[in-house]
């Protein structure tokens, strides 16, 4: 089974006919709404493309985590834009883009040292698993078998537990590829943090030459599963460090969101953007209506329901427009939500580059994902991963500015 049906509604039949249609209309799909296939450039057994050379590809020291390196590769693309990716957690460290004048800067939250991501708890950068998000009180059915994840957030399991996958070591692989892209390997075992099942996970990261940031998930299990995989990135498209993300304008492909409890575990409703303070149909200030929000941290920190065509789970899902800079970030995925978080938690208390601070709100993330708790709400997208079934998933972050 691919990821196609595993993203879909519960509905087989219907499933198979839209991957049917789409396969007999490319016209239609476009070349892009492929869906969920990692691009062709970036896959070794695709073949033809010669290996990445050494210059746009560099390999560094990074830190040490217990006696093991940590290594950071960068990919650099021929316009300069350059993304860092270490092995620990397979982590975006840095992404340098640059505004409408030519100056590069790195938009994204990060150190520049490896000691500080041993202390940081909030995920910069990461690839979050087994589950990302939440699961209520770390709980859920598969097959009749009950499963007890490990609670780390309040009464519940976030972002995979006490030591999800942003914590742990991962293979690095090159392979052949016309762009600058790197690959990253992961074997979690069989009652890791309670999850069922030894998964083999791959996270590939590539970079064209139109500033596309790829992403591409794949993963296999020998037991029945949840996953949800998801890549922490927070954007400020300034600059990180240089204030708040509040005057952006944001877009969200999403007519509808999941609202939540006070533990932030989705009640169940899919409720209409429209006529509240979470509507971002039209670019918004994500300061906008910022003060309208009863949630504690004041922000943004909700999952929205990805408009998708009827052909095709890929779809644009988020624009985020910096106007002082000229800075654009377009979000394309496959994946059926999107978590808008608005860096509600952050406080200041983390100095990143160039000893700049990173305050509240000085930060957004847009993490392209399954719907949180979905193991225990049957009206969402299915997020369970049976032997057999071949898990891939692709997210696109584009890169542009405006003059
Ligand atoms: C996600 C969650 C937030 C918060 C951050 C990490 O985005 O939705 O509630 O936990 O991760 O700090």
């Known amino acids: 089974m ?77 316009n300069g834009m350059s993304v860092s990716i270490m092995d620990y957690g397979a982590t975006i460290t840095s992404i340098r883009v640059p505004d409408r004048n030519g100056k590069f800067d790195d938009v994204v ?12 708890k909030d995920y910069f950068g ?25 609670i780390n957030n309040g009464p519940n399991a976030l972002h995979g537990g006490l030591r999800g996958f942003d914590k742990r070591m991962w293979n690095a692989e090159s392979f052949a590829s016309d762009v600058p892209a790197i690959r ?23 970079l064209d030459e139109q500033n596309e940031l790829r992403i591409s998930y794949h993963a296999t299990t020998d037991k029945p599963t949840v996953l949800n995989l998801v890549n922490h990135s927070y954007f400020n498209l300034g600059g990180a460090g240089s204030g708040t ?9 999403a007519n509808q969101f999941t609202p ?34 009863k949630d504690k941290p004041q922000g943004y920190d909700f999952n929205y329901v ?4 009827f052909f095709s ?51 957004l993330c847009l993490e392209t994902q399954h719907f949180p708790d979905s193991p225990n709400h049957d009206n969402f997208p299915t997020t369970i991963l049976r032997p057999g079934d071949d898990f891939q998933s692709s997210t696109v972050y584009a890169f542009s500015v405006e003059k």
């Open 184 to 206: 990253f390997t992961y074997l979690s075992k069989d009652g890791e943090e309670g999850y069922p099942g030894n998964l083999f996970v791959s996270v590939t990261f590539s």
């Open 126 to 150: 990461a690839t979050v698993g087994r589950y990302g998000n939440r699961i209520a009180a770390g709980k859920f059915t598969l097959d009749k078998a009950t499963y007890q994840l490990a």
């Open 313 to 363: 789970n890929w779809s644009l899902a988020a624009v985020v427009e910096d106007p002082a800079t000229g800075r654009r970030m377009e979000v394309s995925t496959d994946q059926p939500g999107i978590q808008f978080y608005s860096g509600n938690f952050l406080t200041g208390s983390y100095v990143g580059r160039e000893r700049k601070r990173y305050p509240q709100y000085g930060a």
């Open 2 to 78: 691919t990821n196609s049906l595993l993203c879909g509604p519960r509905r087989p039949f219907l499933g198979i006919l839209v991957a049917l249609l789409a396969t007999l209309a490319p016209a239609v799909a476009g070349p892009d709404t492929t869906t969920n296939a990692p691009a062709a450039t970036n896959d070794a057994t695709a073949g033809g493309p010669a290996p990445f050379s050494s210059d746009t590809v560099t390999k560094s020291y990074f830190g040490r985590f217990a006696r093991t390196p940590v290594t950071l590769y960068t990919l650099t693309n021929q």
């Open 109 to 120: 939250l990060g150190f520049d040292k490896f000691a500080p991501y041993l202390k940081m």
């Open 245 to 253: 993300i509040l005057d952006d304008l944001v877009t969200l492909h």
């Open 260 to 293: 939540v409890d006070d533990t932030l575990i989705p009640t169940g409703e899919i409720k209409d953007v429209a006529g509240t303070p979470y509507d971002f149909r039209q670019p918004t200030a994500v300061g906008a209506h910022i003060k309208e929000l």
């Open 306 to 309: 990805l408009n998708k065509g």
